[in-house]
């Protein structure tokens, strides 16, 4: 296929690499020339709007909704030049309402479009393993499939339009409640006397476990191969995180949904992000919060 991929960071850029190397035509662009570069500057073109035109699937990978709005919809943007046949994949992590909006403004113009932001970190990019979340039709999506499937290990059809951005807020809402809770309990054990690898150990094997604990340890020392093994460095920020419960608060207001541990646990990355210049770090860091002397 020819694909417009625009947004080459760190998920964007392997992603785009993965398609290229799969043996699809690219054409690429980003606001940083290198990390065009990163990828293939062979396949460079002056702007997202050129990115877009006479493509069969054009792909963004933005930071925030207000980015995916301008690109799709404004003057001169993607919706202005891209063909109907195209079909539309914006991967962002967005709020479900600028993924609808964005959608409903393509079908007035007959294009399909589906939200399908990933989950797999930067690591699941460089590898092909992401899992994609979708929101948008079952025949957009089995046109979209061959693609995704070159990125990822996992495609789960979440729903309409905007459904797969909702599955991703309310998954990210639940990492973080269990990661604080898990680095809540390590703390109480390690300053009761516990051994922190021992405690793991038994909730890892008792009703306590849950994919924090299990697969990605915040007590350093703990887990070979997870963040908190190397100073907390790599991973999923605490920005990311941050920016994901605001996502999940707006969604809840929205939606008239009640999130009392999800307004906490974003009150707890807010202040653990502050008061320790932690937001380069990976989420897990949050133990720092409960244990200051563990910081170098």
Not at 104 to 124: C, F, K, Q
Not at 146 to 152: F, H, I, K, N, S
Request: aromatic content about 6%.
């Amino acid at each position: 296929m020819k694909i417009g991929f625009v947004g080459l960071g760190n998920m964007g850029g392997p992603m785009a690499g993965n398609l290229l190397a799969s043996g699809h035509e690219l054409k690429l662009f980003d606001l940083v020339d290198a990390a065009i570069a990163a990828v293939d500057d062979q396949a460079a073109v002056a702007s997202a709007a050129d990115a877009a035109r006479d493509v069969d699937v054009f792909v963004s990978m933005l930071p925030a909704g207000k980015h995916v709005r301008a690109l799709y919809l404004d003057e001169g943007g993607v919706l202005d030049v891209v063909a109907q046949q195209t079909l539309l994949i914006d991967c962002s992590t967005i709020d479900p309402q600028s993924a609808k909006d964005v959608a409903a403004a393509a079908a007035h113009r007959g294009i399909e479009m589906l939200d399908a932001p990933v989950s797999g970190g930067t690591a699941g990019a460089q590898a092909g393993t992401l899992t994609f979340i979708v929101g948008g039709s079952e025949a957009a999506l089995e046109r979209a499939r061959p693609l995704l499937e070159v990125m990822g290990a996992n495609i789960f059809h979440a729903g309409v339009n905007g459904a797969g951005q909702t599955a991703k807020v309310c998954n990210n809402m639940l990492l973080a409640i269990h990661m604080a809770g898990t680095a809540e309990a390590l703390a109480l054990g390690v300053a009761s006397g516990l051994d922190p690898g021992v405690l793991s150990e038994i909730m890892k094997q008792s009703s306590g476990g849950n994919w924090s604990l299990n697969v990605y340890n915040p007590y350093p020392g703990v887990m070979d191969g997870v963040p908190a093994s190397r100073g907390y460095q790599g991973g999923f920020l605490v920005d990311l995180m941050a920016k994901d419960l605001g996502l999940a608060l707006q969604t809840a207001r929205e939606s008239g949904s009640s999130v009392p541990l999800g307004a906490l646990s974003e009150s707890l990355f807010s202040l653990h992000k502050n008061s320790n210049e932690a937001g380069h770090l990976d989420f897990s860091s949050i133990q720092w919060l409960y244990q200051p002397d563990l910081k170098p």
